[in-house]
């Protein structure tokens, strides 16, 4: 049995996973979730619930709290993500035909089965399985194998689902590790672990989000202690070791932000105002460069062959975005396009008012988040908390003001773990709902729990007895067990 210390990471090691119980934090903290996951129980209910397939492997899946880059990943951008303690479960063995069969402990999720074919058509719009089927679609594309194995899987999970630690994202790292398994493939000689995040990255548009490669490649490179920063331009992972004496606290909302579902819509606005404004800029360089020049995504304004520095981007986004805001009439003129054709490609995506689209705004949101991540990661190297954590508020304020992805309950959380000693709190993931993370230095970090406990949740907690706020490490990215 663990010692009442050791972390699942402690544990990863050494290799004998079916005797333990895994105990997440120590058991004397109430302000750390406790969570029990006993693979060997996993493992007999896999077998009664798909006698057929025998004993099943078993791969662990972490979720992910973003510290610091929201809504730069789709721009090329670097983000600074972290994968934490908190993860899927994953038992799955294949099976002798090609039907996929799905079972989840938790009871909201029903169970599912679909058949393994190519083209395989997404379920409706919210279905949890399309999860799955966005990286089988994704692997049989990218391996085009002669028989599409059939494969059985049964999911536990500690990880919250719509909180903004990248549970959907986790649901597909976890199908694809499983699904390379079920075709004979083995991660890090068939496919790199970056290889595949870039490729579950884009399978998982398959679901409708037009997200980047944030949330697969910290879940699959995360390391213990460390935040990972993400390059993709070109793609590349760095790790960065956090800060002694600080805390990684997480407070859920309980306000659900499904990317899948309801906030569908809002989270791709992002991604088409700023695939928007790349096509302004496009417009205006090529007077400069000549009608062939274009960018693909607006982090080549600072990568490849441009490499602007932070004047001359301003200067360029004070150019193509004179005003607040920039009326359809004005975009059609400019991108020299039937205002028709504009509403198809972007403005149906896009909501906004009488006075036009805020894309002054929402570049510079883009700007200002990409210099915070740089100079925080330079925070996190020098070992200095309470500079990271300014950069984290000044995050927050951009989402909430710049582009626009908070909520009154996000805001509201951010003050209280501020007033009550937090170095600095911010909404992580695509914002509408979710979560806050904060860091806490460690002398605060009773005091800073006890005031949310009490001023945002009311002394409330889940049907299990645990707090809907829980401190986190920075844990190992998804492996095999």
Same mark, same amino acid.
């Given at each position: 049995?663990?010692?009442?210390?050791?972390?699942?990471?402690?544990?990863?090691?050494?290799?004998?996973?079916?005797?333990?119980?895994?105990?997440?934090?120590?058991?004397?903290?109430?302000?750390?979730?406790?969570?029990?996951?006993?693979?060997?129980?996993?493992?007999?209910?896999?077998?009664?619930?798909?006698?057929?397939?025998?004993?099943?492997?078993?791969?662990?899946?972490?979720?992910?709290?973003?510290? =610091?880059?929201?809504?730069?990943?789709? /721009?090329?951008?670097?983000?600074?993500?972290?994968?934490?303690?908190?993860?899927?479960?994953? %038992?799955?063995?294949? /099976?002798?035909?090609?039907?996929?069969?799905?079972?989840?402990?938790?009871?909201?999720?029903?169970?599912?089965?679909?058949?393994?074919?190519t083209?395989?058509? !997404?379920?409706?719009?919210g279905?949890?399985?399309?999860? %799955?089927?966005?990286?089988?679609?994704?692997?049989n594309?990218?391996?085009s194998?002669?028989?599409?194995?059939?494969?059985?899987?049964?999911?536990?999970?500690?990880?919250?689902?719509?909180?903004?630690?990248?549970?959907?994202?986790?649901?597909?790292?976890?199908?694809? =590790?499983?699904?390379?398994?079920?075709?004979?493939?083995?991660?890090?000689?068939?496919?790199?672990?970056?290889?595949?995040?870039?490729?579950?990255?884009?399978?998982?548009?398959?679901?409708?989000?037009?997200?980047?490669?944030?949330? $697969?490649?910290?879940?699959?490179?995360?390391?213990?202690?460390?935040?990972?920063?993400?390059?993709?331009?070109?793609?590349?992972?760095?790790?960065?070791?956090?800060?002694?004496?600080?805390?990684?606290?997480?407070?859920?909302?309980l306000?659900?932000?499904? +990317?899948?579902?309801?906030?569908?819509?809002?989270?791709?606005?992002? !991604?088409?105002?700023?695939?928007?404004?790349?096509?302004?800029?496009?417009?205006?360089?090529? $007077?400069?460069f000549?009608?062939?020049?274009?960018?693909?995504?607006?982090?080549?304004?600072?990568?490849?062959?441009?490499?602007? /520095?932070?004047?001359?981007?301003?200067?360029?986004?004070?150019?193509?975005?004179?005003a607040?805001? @920039? @009326? !359809?009439?004005?975009?059609?003129?400019?991108?020299?396009?039937?205002?028709?054709?504009?509403?198809?490609?972007?403005?149906?995506?896009?909501?906004?008012?009488?006075?036009?689209l !805020?894309?002054?705004?929402?570049?510079?949101?883009?700007?200002?988040?990409?210099?915070?991540?740089?100079?925080?990661?330079?925070?996190?190297?020098?070992?200095?908390?309470?500079?990271?954590?300014?950069?984290?508020?000044?995050?927050?304020?951009?989402?909430?003001?710049?582009?626009?992805?908070? @909520?009154?309950?996000?805001?509201?959380l951010?003050?209280?773990?501020?007033?009550?000693?937090?170095?600095?709190?911010?909404?992580?993931?695509?914002?509408?709902?979710?979560?806050?993370?904060?860091?806490?230095?460690?002398?605060s +970090?009773?005091?800073?729990?006890?005031?949310?406990? @009490?001023?945002?949740?009311?002394?409330?907690?889940?049907?299990?007895?645990?707090?809907?706020?829980?401190?986190?490490?920075?844990?190992?990215?998804?492996?095999?067990?």
């Open positions: 049995m663990a010692s009442e210390n050791q972390s699942l990471v402690d544990l990863a090691g050494n290799g004998d996973y079916n005797r333990h119980v895994f105990y997440i934090g120590k058991r004397t903290e109430p302000n750390r979730r406790r969570v029990f996951v006993d693979l060997t129980d996993l493992k007999q209910q896999f077998v009664a619930m798909y006698p057929e397939s025998g004993t099943p492997f078993v791969c662990r899946v972490p979720g992910r709290v973003n510290l =610091m880059g929201e809504h730069l990943d789709y /721009n090329g951008l670097p983000v600074l993500p972290m994968a934490i303690d908190r993860a899927i479960y994953m %038992a799955f063995a294949p /099976n002798s035909g090609s039907e996929i069969r799905i079972a989840n402990r938790d009871a909201r999720f029903s169970p599912v089965t679909f058949e393994n074919v083209p395989l058509e !997404p379920s409706t719009g279905a949890w399985e399309n999860y %799955a089927k966005a990286a089988i679609a994704g692997l594309a990218h391996f194998p002669e028989k599409h194995p059939g494969m059985d899987v049964l999911i536990t999970s500690d990880l919250p689902p719509a909180a903004g630690l990248s549970s959907s994202s986790a649901l597909v790292v976890g199908f694809g =590790m499983a699904y390379l398994a079920a075709m004979g493939l083995t991660l890090g000689r068939d496919i790199t672990r970056l290889e595949l995040a870039g490729l579950l990255a884009n399978a998982e548009h398959y679901v409708g989000t037009a997200g980047g490669g944030m949330d $697969q490649t910290a879940i699959l490179h995360g390391t213990a202690g460390c935040a990972t920063r993400i390059n993709f331009l070109p793609f590349q992972v760095e790790q960065v070791p956090l800060p002694k004496g600080v805390e990684i606290l997480v407070c859920d909302s306000v659900e932000a499904r +990317k899948s579902g309801g906030a569908l819509d809002f989270y791709n606005a992002g !991604p088409a105002a700023c695939s928007l404004i790349t096509a302004l800029v496009n417009t205006h360089l090529q $007077q400069d000549g009608e062939d020049f274009a960018i693909e995504c607006l982090g080549e304004l600072w990568y490849g062959d441009l490499c602007f /520095n932070r004047k001359e981007v301003e200067a360029l986004f004070a150019s193509i975005l004179p607040a805001h @920039t @009326t !359809p009439s004005e975009l059609a003129t400019r991108l020299n396009m039937p205002l028709a054709q504009l509403k198809e490609y972007w403005l149906d995506e896009i909501p906004f008012g009488e006075a036009g !805020p894309l002054q705004a929402r570049a510079r949101h883009v700007m200002t988040e990409f210099y915070r991540v740089e100079e925080g990661r330079d925070a996190l190297l020098a070992g200095d908390g309470a500079t990271f954590g300014a950069h984290m508020n000044a995050s927050h304020q951009s989402c909430a003001n710049d582009y626009e992805i908070s @909520t009154p309950e996000l805001d509201g951010c003050k209280i773990l501020n007033d009550a000693g937090s170095y600095g709190a911010r909404l992580t993931g695509a914002g509408f709902g979710g979560a806050v993370v904060a860091m806490v230095p460690v002398a +970090k009773d005091a800073v729990f006890a005031a949310v406990q @009490t001023e945002y949740y009311g002394g409330r907690t889940q049907a299990d007895g645990a707090s809907p706020a829980f401190y986190v490490t920075a844990s190992a990215g998804a492996l095999h067990l």
